[in-house]
């Protein structure tokens, strides 16, 4: 079964259209990740919650936001989506960070963006 | 310099035939190693965790020689299935971990 699940697979928006994506977890984990990967490039992290600390990567646009009501669920918010957002984006979680920590990856929201 | 180089292929090998990745890695505190497996358009999933000096799963070895900096993957006896993007994860001991952009396989019949 799977443990860390994301809703919708495939999600297509208009331009400036607001879009959330929502990410859920058996796993009881502490830390949860959103990743933006786009064709054949790497995952990109856009930010991470430790616990309910939010941590915002250095150079992730203020357009993504994100919010984890509790232990279980994690949003990704796009205020104003752009063609350039268009992307599967990829939660993840691990038990705690640091050495040894193993990420487990949902199977990702496709976002297009018209 | 990227953080994490991998050769971003395509191999294309025969059924059956050996092939090895190799990542190389610039942070010398990196602490955690791993192989991820990633289909077309789907999520990676975990192929092997590389904690000390390597270890084996079946037809899969990875190897770590931190003196260079490097990881491997081997495959033997490669399948069709195995056909995938293989991408190398390493992590500093903090709560980021850096990819690789993958290495293409493509197993041919």
């Known amino acids: 079964d799977a443990m860390v699940i994301q809703n919708p697979r495939y999600q297509v928006t208009q331009f400036g259209k607001p879009v959330t994506l929502s990410c859920s977890q058996t796993l009881n984990h502490n830390v949860m990740y959103w990743y933006q990967q786009k064709s054949s490039q790497a995952p990109k992290l856009l930010f991470h919650?430790?616990?309910?600390?939010?941590?915002n990567e250095a150079d992730t646009p203020d357009n993504f936001q994100s919010r984890r009501p509790n232990t279980s669920f994690c949003f990704l918010d796009i205020r104003s989506p752009g063609l350039g957002d268009a992307a599967m984006y990829l939660c993840?979680?691990?038990?705690?960070?640091?050495?040894?920590?193993?990420?487990?990856f949902g199977a990702g929201t496709r976002l297009s963006v018209l | 310099r990227k953080e994490v180089e991998q050769d971003p292929g395509p191999f294309n090998v025969p059924e059956g035939a050996t092939v090895a990745f190799n990542c190389t890695y610039s942070n010398s505190a990196s602490q955690s190693f791993f192989w991820y497996r990633q289909d077309c358009r789907k999520e990676p999933k975990l192929l092997m965790s590389?904690?000390?000096s390597g270890n084996e799963d079946g037809r899969f070895t990875a190897q770590l020689n931190r003196a260079s900096q490097y990881i491997s993957l081997l495959i033997r006896d490669s399948k069709l299935s195995d056909s995938a993007t293989y991408l190398c994860?390493?992590?500093?001991?903090?709560?980021?971990?850096?990819f690789g952009t993958g290495t293409r396989l493509k197993v041919l019949a």
């Open positions: 919650y430790y616990d309910k600390d939010f941590n």
């Open positions: 993840a979680t691990s038990r705690d960070r640091g050495v040894g920590n193993i990420q487990y």
């Open positions: 590389v904690y000390s």
């Open positions: 994860v390493v992590n500093d001991g903090t709560y980021k971990y850096i």
